[in-house]
Every structure is written in C-alpha cells, then in structure tokens.
C-alpha cells in the first residue's frame, strides 16, 4: 500500500446525497477477476451516455474541476460491500473523499486501499461547496498526521477523525493483513481454548 | 455485569486488541461467493499463503449467474471466466465445501447457508456481500466484508474490526393480518432512513420478532445493512433450535446437546445498556412500498409522497433527483399505477415462506398481460419445496414460470435486466439507481404486495 502524509489539491464536488456503492461502480462492472481498470467505470451511469459518449453535465466531465480530492454530500457509499467501489475512485485518481458521513463498509474498504475519507461538519461541507461554486481551482490541504483538513481559499480547517492504527497504517503504508499474519499463533492458541 | 447478546458473542471471540484500535476478531464461517473473492485469491497467491482453515469456509456461485440453462455454458465470456476462475480457486485452494452451478446446495449465499445447517447461534459469520447480516436472525454476529478482508479471513480466519455501537429497536405487539417481515423492515428503515443506524449493531426485540418464523427473521435482519447498520441480530429460541437441528452442517449427537446448552444462554441481560433504544407499535404498519432511489424512501401503500417542503433542505437536490428517475412527482400517491415487472426472489424473500404467500394469494387467479414476472427461487434446495408442496402447480396455473435460482435481478448481473423506464415491483433490498439495469425503476415491497401487484398489474393493496 502507498503512504498517505499530506495532500494539497483542487477538488472534484458530487454534491449529492447518499451516493450508493451501486452509482461508484454498477453491478455490471463487476465480472473482472483482477483490481485493474474499475477507475474508467466510476459513476458510469452518470458519466456517459448509452453509447458510451461522455455527459457533459456529470462533473468528471467538466473540465473545470480536476483534483486527486472528491467532495461528495452526506452518507457516502452506502449499499454493497463490493470493494470494487473503492478501487474505482482509486483508480481514477482520487486519494482522499471529504463528506459529511461515510457508509461503514465502504469507509474500511477504502482505508484497506490507501484511499483516506475525510469526515467534516455539514457546515465545513457547505463552505467548500459554495468555494469552489466560485473557484473551480480552490484546494483542500489535508494533513493526516495532525488530522486537519482545510478550505485553502476561505482559511476555514476542521480537525477530523481517524483510528489511531488505521492512521498509523496509512503513514506507513502497511495493511491489515501484515498484521494478522503476525497473530497466527495466537490465533491457534485462541482456537484451542475455545474447544 | 450484565451485557446484551451481541457483547456476548462478541467478547467470545477476541483473539486480540490492537493498542488504540480495532479488535482482531476471529471468525467462525466464512461464505465466498464469485463475484467478491477473485482479487482475494489473487491476493493470497500473490503472497504465497494458504487457505488456514478451508473447511470453515462455504462457496457458492450466485451472483453472476444466469437463471435458465443452468445446465449449460454460460454464454457470456466474462462472466464464464469469473465463474470458472472461482471453481479454480476452489480446487487449487482446497476447498472441499465449494457447491457449483446446478448442486442441489446451490443458491443465493444467504439462503443455503442457514438451510443447509452453515449458520448457528453464537456464531461470527462474514462474507463479501454486505447481506450477510441476514445470519444474524439466528443470534450470530454477522457482516459484510470488502474483498481485502476476504483475503485476511481465507489467510488467517480473522478480520479486524472496530467494535460497533449497539442499539435495541423493539416492536411492541402483534402485526396485522397481512403484514409480512418485509414491512415491517422497510417500516424502519423509512423511519431511521439509510444512514439511522450507520455504526450500530442493532438488536430486534418485541412480540412481533419473537412471533416470527425464521424466514421471516431473516428478511429482517437481512435489511439491517439498509439502514447503515453494521447487521442485525436476534436472540434464538426455541423456534431457532427447531429450524437448525438435523441439518447437515448442524452439531449433532452429544456436540448439538452441548452447543444447545450454550445457545440457550445467548440473550441479552436484564439491565444491559445499549447506546441506543428504540421502540415501535407493530399494530402501526401497512403494506409497504418506496417511492424513490432507496430503501429508507418507503411509505404505506395508501400513503403519498412528501412534498418538496417535509424534505429536509440539504437533502432536496438529492430527493428531486430521485423522483425525476422514478417520474413520479412530489405528493402523487401510488396506488393503483401500472407496473411491468415483478421479482420475486433474492436473499431477503426468495425463500421458501415466500412463495407460499406469494403462491396463496395467486391462487385461483391470474396474472396480468402487461407483467413480465420473474419468480426466482434463492436455491435448489428451495426449489425442490416449490415442487414438492404443490406451489409450482398452483403458480403455473395462474400463468407464473419458474426460474432457476440465484441473485438474479437483485443486482442485475446476469441478464435479467428490467429496461429502462420500466417499473418493477421487487421483492429485493434496494432500489437504487440502475439496480436492476440502467434506467430500471424499483418499488420494493414485501411478496404479498409483489403478488397483488403481479396479478392486477397495477400496485395494489393486497388487503383489498
Ligand atoms: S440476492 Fe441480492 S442482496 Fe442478496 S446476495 Fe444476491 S445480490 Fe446480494
């Protein structure tokens, strides 16, 4: 896994609400056998037309707004547990998804990913919202080891949360599964006890 | 101290704590379907590891799949290959409870797990399907999992987890006559909405769960996830023991006896606290259906949809949105509106009790012209029943065909696909965008709903 320190970018805004794992990536999408390629697929329904031509309201479409940041409104990720849904914002380029609240399984498959959701406030999401409205090019700065997150343009910044292991995984780059290998004995012995 | 069911089950498999963070959790059965496991496979190679314990994990082919002509080659190519990829990971991973296309262990994960005996009280339960919370209307702690953590399980049988907040929601009372699991689960899910339980571990509790069948436990469970819930669990009584013993996975002889000892104490204490309590009148539920582009977006079938100003402002664009796909405006009341297609299937009513009341309100009549009706059993096993019960002549004669079974247009993988613009009454669990195929239009509801709205073509309350 790649580390995650800090980040300064312009942002992509998906002001919408309870944006569903089945919206990242629909069910279609998920007969591949390897992580590859999800990132071409991500939002398709809203990207592209029936014959594939891009639509040119859908915000991946819009030139103005590029940024490894997607800025997405309340209960993000809700739905299926299909970790393809973050590999699609991973592989199209996004690092970091701010929102105001974030699905459970969705929140840990991105982590697993190197992939970093940022709570803040509904009024933090707001202002965000309201700045790039003006300035597509306005960045975010996230500091994921002193937990901040800030509205460059406006100077508004938010502390916001993270599992201190889960931050401790992130900055290091290591996954959950180093770790578990590293119990196998105490997961017998666990095994043995019980019976 | 007194702890509620869930602190029980789960403080009986902490294997151990990491400093600050999350719990290493060890699970008990592990099911793996084709769609979420290849990467995980992938994954396990990559890092030359093992599968450590393969008998505790079940595999079945469900998702990608098609539903008549089981018996031959998938046509489509990628889906063949995601097929054949998953029977070769089973055997080169020896995994020796691996039930293919066409076994009679077949089915939708959710339903031959616990049919087939895989699912037990007290028990940790995963899989890569976020349905899994379906298991825990037999007092297990069951959840969905993202492929990585399939790879951790298949590596390590463990996963690490946060420990959820714990909330109890308690149905006072009896339902009414014609008020099925489905309503009630999509009844609480329109009053908590997707997010209402999003870090929660939720306790059903009240006369009308204890009343319930286990398949009608299972519905409700297996709609915990749409609320956000992290699953939903049920303590087990004797209705519980009755269903699991003498099934082929179930402990038997002086094992069930000892493992039924402990079950029995696997309720939640007299004075335990929960994070969050919350209580409804099951006298108070309707037939349900929703009107929008989720589950929490439910209402009485006599009901109308808000109006644009009992929405909250945020979620305005968002709710706007919704009934555009849906065209349906702010306010119209649905009753009595033509449909085109009925599901009737999937982990949360493609079950056995499903069909009987589906079969029970068909019968003698007829389904209308205008409905393409898809009538999916969840598994072979299921099947059989239809057969044998009679319900497959009962629903042939009122113009019905079976399929054969699997996830199909729950999820819309295969090519049972509703076309855009089309309306679909689904027995199923979501209703999001394109859920059923681009531009499909999903109303959920329960199988009796489905079989009136089947029957007249239009949706219908079925007490009338
Ligand atoms: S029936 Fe639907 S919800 Fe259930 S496991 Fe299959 S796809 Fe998932």
Avoid at chain 1, 134 to 141: F, G, P, Q, V, Y
Wanted: glycine share 8%; hydrophobic share 40%; aromatic share 10%.
């Amino acid at each position: 896994m790649e580390k995650f320190i800090k980040l300064t970018s312009s942002v992509v805004p998906l002001p919408i609400e309870n944006v569903d794992t089945d919206q990242i990536i629909p069910a279609r999408f998920l007969k591949a056998t390897d992580k590859n390629g999800f990132g071409d697929n991500l939002f398709a329904d809203w990207r592209y037309n029936k014959d594939g031509s891009p639509k040119s309201d859908f915000v991946l479409n819009d030139p103005k707004y590029s940024g490894s940041i997607l800025v997405a409104g309340k209960n993000f990720g809700s739905g299926s547990s299909r970790e393809h849904a973050a590999w699609a914002i991973d592989g199209y380029g996004f690092k970091v998804v701010v929102s105001s609240f974030f699905a459970d399984i969705f929140q840990n498959n991105a982590l697993n990913n190197g992939v970093l959701p940022v709570v803040v406030s509904a009024e933090f999401l707001a202002d965000v919202f309201l700045t790039v409205n003006t300035d597509s090019k306005a960045t975010l700065t996230i500091d994921l080891l002193n937990q901040t997150v800030t509205n460059d343009a406006t100077g508004k910044s938010e502390t916001f949360a993270i599992n201190a292991y889960k931050k401790e995984c992130l900055v290091n780059g290591l996954d959950d599964i180093d770790y578990l290998l590293s119990k196998k004995t105490q997961t017998e012995e666990f095994e043995k006890a019980r019976v | 101290m007194s702890k509620t069911l869930f602190d029980k089950i789960w403080d009986a498999h902490v294997v151990s704590s990491v400093e600050n963070g999350p719990t290493q959790l060890y699970i008990d059965r592990h099911f793996c379907h084709e769609v979420t496991s290849p990467q995980a496979f992938n994954g396990l190679r990559a890092r030359g590891l093992k599968v450590f314990r393969p008998e505790q994990t079940t595999l079945t082919a469900d998702h990608n799949t098609p539903t008549i002509n089981q018996d031959q080659p998938v046509n489509d190519p990628i889906s063949r290959n995601q097929l054949d990829t998953f029977a070769s990971n089973a055997v080169e991973f020896n995994l020796p409870l691996y039930f293919p296309l066409g076994h009679i262990k077949n089915g939708v994960v959710h339903i031959i797990g616990p049919e087939n005996g895989f699912t037990h009280p007290g028990a940790t339960i995963v899989c890569g399907d976020s349905h899994t919370s379906t298991h825990g209307a037999f007092g297990a702690i069951a959840f969905g999992i993202g492929t990585s953590e399939v790879e951790m399980v298949l590596a390590t049988q463990c996963v690490l987890q946060s420990r959820p907040k714990t909330m109890r929601i308690t149905f006072n009372g009896k339902l009414n006559e014609d008020i099925t699991a489905k309503d009630l689960a999509l009844y609480m899910i329109s009053k908590l909405t997707t997010g209402g339980a999003t870090g929660y571990f939720v306790e059903y509790a009240g006369e009308a769960i204890r009343s319930m069948s286990m398949e009608e436990r299972m519905t409700v469970c297996n709609l915990s996830i749409e609320m956000g819930a992290r699953g939903g669990l049920i303590a087990p009584d004797q209705t519980t023991f009755d269903y699991v013993k003498g099934r082929e996975f179930a402990p038997k002889g002086a094992e069930w006896d000892k493992k039924l000892a402990y079950w029995q104490t696997l309720n939640t204490d007299e004075g335990a606290k929960f994070d969050k309590e919350l209580v409804f009148e099951a006298a108070d539920i309707q037939p349900m259906i929703t009107y929008g582009t989720n589950p929490g977006m439910g209402m009485g079938i006599a009901e109308s949809i808000p109006t644009l100003d009992q929405v909250d402002e945020a979620g305005r664009i968002s709710y706007q949105k919704s009934l555009e796909y849906m065209g349906f405006a702010p306010g119209e009341k649905l009753e009595g509106k033509a449909i085109d297609y009925v599901f009737l299937g999937s982990c949360t009513n493609g079950r056995i009790e499903d069909f009987r009341v589906f079969a029970n309100y068909v019968k003698g009549k007829k389904k209308a012209d205008n409905v393409t009706a898809w009538l999916v059993p969840g598994s072979w096993m299921v099947e059989k029943q239809i057969r044998e019960e009679g319900l497959y002549d009962i629903l042939t004669e009122a113009g019905f065909a079976l399929r054969q079974p699997g996830c199909s247009a729950c999820l819309a993988m295969n090519d049972d696909k509703v076309p855009a613009g089309k309306y679909a009454v689904s027995t199923s669990n979501r209703n999001f965008e394109g859920r059923q195929g681009s531009g499909a239009r999903t109303i959920l509801a329960g199988p009796l709903v489905a079989a009136a709205a089947a029957v007249t073509g239009k949706i219908t309350d079925p007490r009338n």
